[in-house]
Structure formats: structure tokens, C-alpha cells
């Protein structure tokens, strides 16, 4: 019989890491709880939906010492559709239990420090004040550190607890006193954003059927919630606007707009977890094909008045535009696509011109060893393996990352610590940010590589 893990992981003298950025195969760094031999503990990191957690050296000298309880929560983004799936997996605890001590957490790298004001109400409807929440900034040992196992994840056993959370979240908001609609839809067009295009003649559809028009980022939690608690279909364009569904009732329906070729990881997980339905529409326009401009991330998106979106309209007896306002929306909108998608094109070949010059400056050198360690996983690396395979076939090249275990799955990898030794050996550092770029290169030359053998570049 298999042994059931316990909700609270409980680490006393333990250690709390920043964030800090390792590696592309960390999206949100490294960071986390390692207890009081330097261990790092598993459960103080998530896999799901985004890689976050791992140990590191650090400078003992700057470590704080904390002497009380803490809560741990993971990693927090202020992206308001990141926050609500990626860093509230073990705020369970939060709901289920009266907090008296602080709430630590480590801000990842690419927002502010700074909390929102919509996360900070979040976490007042749990009754945690501001100065309850610990940014934690350098390495923090606590005497008493507790660790509420995630909630939601690719192979978990608590997912209800995710569920009931933001079901007790909802239930403290009185709907009577906030002016509600049966039928919302979440727009975008309010954000200044360049890479969606189309998205009004969509709002209007929606509009002229019923729909009450929300420009989230312009609504308070407490009226947002409300209008998810009363509603019972929510559309929106797909994409982390989609996520306020945790919101909703379990009778609710979702409409979900798609833009991408791809179906986004979190949603369909959310929605099973929630008990909600929904229906995927395909709104997105691609004259160029699937592989230019891309559409993963910001992406360059053409949403269209789609033949999926007339035959729905079609059969839920809903208004849909003439053929003509139609073609009138994409005279002007193809223009505004055409425009950014030549825009994106020189920018691509501004930065593949520079990345050339560099990779001939860089690699002409690189050809003269024997043996090649390419540390970091990205677009750059990839390519920097493919030329010298192709030019010189008698060198031996290692791909390595400070993530190498996880991913050698992908392909064969090797621990860069142990390749040092190497006879004539260069190493290739190719990560995306110049400060961990840099770090691993001191790194280097502290095990006794000559500076002169390591080519160190910091971009994708």
C-alpha cells in the first residue's frame, strides 16, 4: 500500500533562497528550502505549471536569521493570470486555517517587488495583512519553516484543495452588492498590446448578444469576483484572462477564443479541476502558415470573425455580422497585421545579422579545440552544436545545463563540473541573462580554467 505524503512538509533551522536566475530550463530560477545540512527540499519547488526551485551556493556572510515560524508559498509572479494558477497552489492552507505568523515567499525575476494591489486584496480575503508578506530577498534562515504541499499539478493527490480555496475566496463576496450579469465577456482591448489584432469586431459580437463588456484590469478583486460568482457564461479570448474562471460556479460555461495553434498547458487542467465546461472556438487567422510570425508568448495574433465562430452563432441563435462589416473589419485590420508582421521581420533579421557576426567571431576560434562544453539549453546553443558538428566533425561537444539531469532525458547531457578535466576543452556559455552568464564563468575560472578557453555570450 502506498504511503500517503502529508499536506505540511515542516523543516526546522531551514534556509529560504531568492529566486535567482540559473538557466532558460528554469523559467522562474532557482530558490526554494534547503534545510539545515544544505538539502534542498523537493517540496519547496513546483514542475507545474512552471519549473521553479533547486539549491546554490551562496555567501554565507549575507544570510539573515529569522527566529519564528513562517509559512512558505513558492515562487510569486505579480502577472495577475500567472499569479492565479502558478503561485497560489498552496495557499489551501491559508483558506483552511486562521495564520498568525508571515507569509514568505520569493518574487521571481522578471517583476517588480512590488505587490499589485488585486494580489494584495487576494490575500486580504484570507485575512493576511501587508505586513504579513515576506519578500524574501537574500538567503533566510527560519527556526520553523512550513511547507503546504501544491495543490494543483501534473500528478497530485490534492487538487481539491485548489478547487475549495478559491470556492471559500469566492463566498466572501456578497454579489447583492455589486451591479452583476448573467453573461461576461473579459476583453483585451483595452491593454496597449500591438501583437493582437481584430479582438473589437469579437467584443462586438459578444456585445450585441447580451454580453456585458469587462475590462479587467479596470475592476476591483472584490467587483471581479462578484461578477464571476453571478455569471453563467464567461467568454474571452484564450490565454491567461481565461483563468478568472476559478472564480465562477461549477454551472458555469466558458467560451474559450482561440488565437494560438497550440492549446494552452493550464487551461484544460484548470477546467477539469473547477468542474467547469467549455467550448474551444477557433477565432485566429494565419495567411503566412503556422511558422511565421510566431504565436507562442506575445506573438502576433489576427483574430478573425471566423467560419467556427458563424456556425456557433449559427446554432445558439446568437447575432453575427454581414459579410460586409466583416470584410470592412479586415481591410483595416490586415493592414495593421501586414504592418507588424514586416515590423517583426526586420527586427528578426537586425538580430540574426548581429547573432552572425558574433557566431563567426566567437566560433573561428572555437574550432581549434578538440574537445566543446556548450553550457545552457537555448535557440543559440542549438545552433552554435549544429555549425561545429558540420565544420568540424573530429571535435567531441557536450551539452551540459545547471538543469543537465532533468533534461538528458531530451538528449545526451553531461554535468559541465565534471568535464573540467578535459584536454584541450572550451567552454560556451550561451544563457539569456548576463548576470548568471557572468557567475558561471567566475565559476569556471575558480576551478582553474583558463579565461582564455571560456566564450562566454549572453543572449538567445
Same mark, same amino acid.
Given at each position: 500500500? &502506498? ?52 539549491? $546554490? ?35 489551501? $492552507?491559508?483558506?483552511? %486555517? ?40 537574500? /538567503?533566510?534562515?527560519?527556526? =520553523? ?13 490534492? #487538487? ?14 456578497? *454579489? ?12 483585451? #482591448? ?50 491567461? *484572462? ?8 461549477? &454551472?458555469? %460555461? ?12 493550464? &487551461? ?6 473547477? +468542474? *467547469? ?16 510570425? /510566431? +504565436? ?38 490586415? *493592414? ?15 538580430? =540574426? ?11 573561428? =576560434?572555437?574550432?581549434? $579545440? ?20 558540420? %565544420? ?8 551540459? +545545463?545547471?538543469?543537465? =539531469?532533468?533534461?538528458?532525458? $531530451? ?29 558561471? %564563468? ?19
Amino acid at each position: 500500500m &502506498q504511503k500517503e505524503m502529508p499536506d505540511i512538509i515542516e523543516v526546522q533551522n531551514g534556509v529560504i533562497l531568492p529566486a535567482k536566475y540559473m538557466s532558460l530550463v528554469f523559467p522562474c530560477g532557482l530558490g526554494g528550502v534547503i534545510n539545515e545540512k544544505g538539502e534542498f527540499i523537493e517540496e519547496s519547488g513546483t514542475e507545474f505549471p512552471e519549473i521553479f526551485g533547486g539549491a $546554490y551556493a551562496y555567501n554565507i556572510l549575507e544570510e539573515n536569521s529569522l527566529e519564528e515560524e513562517v509559512i512558505y508559498i513558492g515562487h510569486l509572479r505579480t502577472h495577475w493570470g500567472h499569479f492565479l494558477i502558478d503561485c497560489t497552489m498552496r495557499m489551501w $492552507y491559508l483558506a483552511e %486555517k486562521n495564520v498568525p505568523c508571515r507569509i514568505a515567499y520569493c518574487g521571481t525575476m522578471f517583476d517588480e517587488n512590488t505587490l499589485p494591489e488585486n494580489i494584495l486584496a487576494f490575500f486580504n480575503l484570507f485575512g493576511i495583512k501587508h505586513n504579513q508578506l515576506l519578500d524574501i530577498k537574500v /538567503p533566510t534562515r527560519v527556526s =520553523r519553516i512550513l511547507i503546504p504541499r501544491v495543490s494543483l499539478g501534473p500528478e497530485n493527490l490534492y #487538487t481539491y484543495k485548489f478547487k475549495d480555496m478559491f470556492r471559500s475566496v469566492s463566498g466572501k463576496i456578497d *454579489v447583492d452588492l455589486y451591479e452583476t450579469s448573467e453573461k461576461l465577456y473579459y476583453t483585451r #482591448t483595452g491593454l496597449v498590446n500591438e501583437n493582437e489584432i481584430g479582438e473589437k469586431l469579437i467584443e462586438e459580437i459578444f456585445r450585441k448578444n447580451g454580453y456585458r463588456i469587462i475590462s479587467p484590469e479596470r475592476e476591483s478583486l472584490e467587483r471581479q469576483i462578484a461578477l464571476m460568482k453571478s455569471c453563467r457564461i464567461f467568454a474571452s479570448i484564450e490565454g491567461t *484572462v481565461a483563468h478568472n474562471i476559478v472564480f465562477a460556479g461549477e &454551472q458555469t %460555461k466558458q467560451i474559450i477564443l482561440r488565437k494560438h495553434t497550440y492549446i494552452n498547458v493550464r &487551461q484544460p487542467r484548470l477546467n477539469k479541476c473547477m +468542474d *467547469v465546461k467549455a467550448d474551444y472556438i477557433n477565432v485566429g487567422c494565419r495567411p503566412f502558415g503556422k511558422c511565421f510570425p /510566431p +504565436d507562442y508568448y506575445g506573438g502576433i495574433f489576427w483574430l478573425r470573425a471566423t467560419k467556427e465562430l458563424r456556425s456557433y452563432c449559427r446554432e445558439n441563435n446568437m447575432w453575427f455580422p454581414t459579410r460586409r462589416e466583416i470584410l470592412l473589419a479586415d481591410i483595416k485590420n490586415v *493592414v495593421k497585421y501586414l504592418h507588424r508582421c514586416g515590423k517583426h521581420l526586420r527586427e528578426c533579421l537586425e538580430t =540574426r545579422y548581429q547573432t552572425d557576426r558574433e557566431d563567426r567571431a566567437i566560433l573561428g =576560434r572555437v574550432y581549434l $579545440y578538440k574537445n566543446i562544453v556548450i553550457y545552457g539549453m537555448n535557440a543559440r546553443a542549438l545552433r552554435w552544436e549544429r555549425k561545429i558538428r558540420k %565544420k568540424r566533425r573530429t571535435s567531441r561537444i557536450f551539452m551540459t +545545463d545547471s538543469n543537465w =539531469r532533468r533534461i538528458q532525458k $531530451y538528449r545526451e547531457m553531461y554535468d559541465w563540473e565534471s568535464l573540467i578535466t578535459l584536454g584541450s576543452c572550451c567552454f560556451l556559455i550561451s544563457i539569456s541573462n548576463a548576470e548568471a552568464s557572468a557567475e558561471v %564563468k567566475g565559476i569556471l575560472v575558480r576551478r582553474g580554467i583558463n579565461e582564455k578557453d571560456i566564450y562566454c555570450y549572453a543572449g538567445s
